[in-house]
Each structure stands twice: as structure tokens, then as C-alpha cells.
């Protein structure tokens, strides 16, 4: 069995646990809140207020980022895109010529300067062309990127600011998830704290996250195991 596929049957699993749990835990009032779900909650809270940090970040930047587009000029055609749709394809008479002087040269000389010189100045000549075209390609999309980053500069676009932001949010999750559950209500904390992080919207959902339910689930079951042996 794969990693993936592994994963994506502890995902199953817990899935059908996470809805257990969702559905089991009791509404906040008549919950006994011990250290443990108080601590979840303090920090239920803490994540929302980062995600709240990590919205406005977003809004700031996709404003930011749009005035820089638009400072910056047009966007030029991708060197990438142009090498995959629309790079000029070879003629078929140049390209039957070249097949030609393929089939009549050495294998040893094939990649060699000596090759070149055996084709058609026809075919040399295309190739020039096609070679300028990709060039003029990469220089206009250099030129944009160089303009498009000191836009950036100048309206204060930084990715890493996002980035920042979101991890500041994984990262009191990831608190959250270092805290042992005791009850199914802590466990419906942890879950939403994912459903906050956006786990469960095509998202594959941490590690850490899987493992502390696991850890939770087997840890209320010995003890409701327990308490029915004694």
C-alpha cells in the first residue's frame, strides 16, 4: 500500500469520527470546561483573531498587488507559453531537408558545430528566425518582470507578508493540536480549528492534526472502556 493510499484511508477514518464528534459534542452550555478545553478554546479564539490578521493581509496585498499590474504595464506572453503554443513549427519542405541531412550525418556529429554547417542555408536561416523570436520572447518578459517588481517595491506587494500571516495561524493550530482532548468537546475545538484553516474545503489535512484526533479517539476510548469494565 502507498503513502496516499495509506493517507488517504486515515483520512476516511477520521473523517467519520470528525463527524461523529461534531455531532456528539453538547452545546457550550452545559459543557464542563477542564484545563484542557479551556486552553483550546483560549486558543480557538487566538486563531480566530489571526485569521482575521490574515484576511485583512490578503484584502491589502490583492489591492496592492493590482495597482502594481496595472503600473507595471501589459503582461507579455511567457517564455514558457510560447515554447509550448505558439513556437513556430518547421515547414515540411525545410523540415524533410532536415530529416534528410539527420539520416546522412554520423551519430558522433550530430550535436557537433560540423552539423550546422551541413545544413541548407534555408534551414540555418529558419532556425535564426525561430531562435530571435525566442529571444525577443525572453527579453520582453524580463523587461516586464524587472518593471513589475519595482512597482511591487513601490506599492509595498510582499508575498512573504501572506505567507507570515497564514503560518502565524497553522502555528496556533498546531498548538492546539499538541493539547491531549479529554472530552469530545475539546475534539470539536481541534476540529474546528481546521475547518477555520480550510482543511476540509479540497484541502488535505495536516498530519498533525490526523495523528492528535487519533491520539483522542484512543484515548476516550480506554477510558470509556475502562469506566464500563469497572
Same mark, same amino acid.
Request: hydrophobic share 40%; proline share 5%.
Given at each position: 500500500?502507498?503513502?496516499?493510499?495509506?493517507?488517504?484511508?486515515?483520512?476516511?477514518?477520521?473523517?467519520?469520527?470528525?463527524?461523529?464528534?461534531?455531532?456528539?459534542?453538547?452545546?457550550?452550555?452545559?459543557?464542563?470546561?477542564?484545563?484542557?478545553?479551556?486552553?483550546?478554546?483560549?486558543?480557538?479564539?487566538?486563531?480566530?483573531?489571526?485569521?482575521?490578521?490574515?484576511?485583512?493581509?490578503?484584502?491589502?496585498?490583492?489591492?496592492?498587488?493590482?495597482?502594481?499590474?496595472?503600473?507595471?504595464?501589459?503582461?507579455?506572453?511567457?517564455?514558457?507559453?510560447?515554447?509550448?503554443?505558439?513556437?513556430?513549427?518547421?515547414?515540411?519542405?525545410?523540415?524533410?531537408?532536415?530529416?534528410?541531412?539527420?539520416?546522412?550525418?554520423?551519430?558522433?556529429?550530430?550535436?557537433?558545430?560540423?552539423?550546422?554547417?551541413?545544413?541548407?542555408?534555408?534551414?540555418?536561416? @529558419? /532556425?535564426?528566425? =525561430? !531562435?530571435?523570436?525566442? $529571444?525577443?520572447?525572453?527579453?520582453?518578459? #524580463?523587461?516586464?518582470?524587472?518593471?513589475?517588481?519595482?512597482?511591487?517595491?513601490?506599492?509595498?506587494?510582499?508575498?512573504?507578508?501572506?505567507?507570515?500571516?497564514?503560518?502565524?495561524?497553522?502555528?496556533?493550530?498546531?498548538?492546539?493540536?499538541?493539547?491531549?482532548?479529554?472530552?469530545?468537546?475539546?475534539?470539536?475545538?481541534?476540529?474546528?480549528?481546521?475547518?477555520?484553516?480550510? @482543511? /476540509?474545503?479540497? =484541502? !488535505?489535512?495536516?498530519? $498533525?492534526?490526523?495523528?492528535?484526533?487519533? #491520539?483522542?479517539?484512543?484515548?476516550?476510548?480506554?477510558?470509556?472502556?475502562?469506566?464500563?469494565?469497572?
Amino acid at each position: 500500500m502507498t503513502n496516499t493510499q495509506t493517507l488517504s484511508r486515515r483520512n476516511v477514518l477520521i473523517g467519520a469520527s470528525i463527524a461523529a464528534v461534531a455531532a456528539g459534542a453538547p452545546a457550550s452550555a452545559s459543557i464542563h470546561v477542564g484545563p484542557d478545553l479551556q486552553t483550546l478554546l483560549t486558543l480557538e479564539k487566538e486563531l480566530a483573531a489571526a485569521l482575521e490578521r490574515n484576511d485583512a493581509v490578503s484584502r491589502e496585498l490583492d489591492i496592492a498587488g493590482k495597482k502594481a499590474d496595472l503600473a507595471a504595464g501589459p503582461r507579455p506572453m511567457h517564455p514558457w507559453d510560447w515554447e509550448r503554443y505558439h513556437k513556430p513549427k518547421m515547414p515540411a519542405d525545410l523540415k524533410e531537408i532536415h530529416s534528410d541531412v539527420i539520416a546522412e550525418t554520423p551519430v558522433r556529429e550530430l550535436n557537433s558545430k560540423d552539423f550546422d554547417l551541413r545544413l541548407p542555408k534555408s534551414v540555418r536561416e @529558419w /532556425f535564426a528566425r =525561430v !531562435e530571435a523570436e525566442k $529571444e525577443q520572447v525572453q527579453k520582453e518578459w #524580463d523587461a516586464w518582470r524587472v518593471r513589475h517588481d519595482e512597482q511591487n517595491r513601490i506599492v509595498g506587494y510582499d508575498e512573504d507578508r501572506i505567507s507570515a500571516a497564514y503560518q502565524d495561524c497553522v502555528g496556533i493550530a498546531h498548538r492546539m493540536f499538541e493539547i491531549p482532548a479529554n472530552s469530545a468537546e475539546g475534539m470539536a475545538v481541534k476540529v474546528r480549528a481546521a475547518e477555520l484553516l480550510g @482543511w /476540509f474545503n479540497g =484541502v !488535505e489535512p495536516d498530519e $498533525e492534526f490526523i495523528d492528535s484526533l487519533i #491520539d483522542d479517539i484512543k484515548r476516550l476510548a480506554a477510558g470509556e472502556t475502562g469506566g464500563l469494565q469497572a
